[in-house]
């Protein structure tokens, strides 16, 4: 079974930093995509970032294409999301999934347990 634990996540203050990963295991991600999406209180989960695990493609939502960046280091399975000039409304549940890279997550089968960001004003 494949299995995706995210880490990094945690409270900041406006304008800091924050590196979440996502570690699979369990099996390869070649043809495959992770993505990001996050859940804010009241609202409905959204997409945030992808990355092509075989491409090194990727794709941002409008909100965060300046200030987050996805990456990867297929040696150890892992995808990384590093957010910077972080807002307020970034505060939510974020979450890493395993699929074919679509900005949709109903397209996404395997997901981790999430992990909670907090940004303060």
């Known amino acids: 079974q494949q299995q995706l634990v995210e880490s990094g996540g945690g409270l900041v203050q406006a304008g800091g930093s924050l590196r979440l990963s996502c570690a699979a295991s369990?099996?390869?991600?070649?043809?495959?995509?992770v993505g990001w999406f996050r859940r804010a209180p009241g609202k409905e989960r959204e997409f945030v970032a992808t990355i092509s695990w075989s491409g090194g493609s990727t794709i941002y939502s409008e909100s965060v294409k300046d200030r987050f960046t996805v990456s990867r280091d297929n040696a150890k399975k892992t995808v990384y999301l590093q957010m910077n000039s972080l807002k307020p409304e970034d505060t939510a549940i974020y979450y890493c999934?395993?699929?074919?890279?679509?900005?949709?997550?109903?397209?996404?089968?395997?997901w981790g347990q999430g992990t909670q960001v907090t940004v303060s004003s």
């Open positions: 999934a395993a699929g074919l890279g679509s900005t949709t997550s109903r397209d996404y089968v395997y």
């Open positions: 369990g099996r390869t991600f070649s043809n495959h995509a």
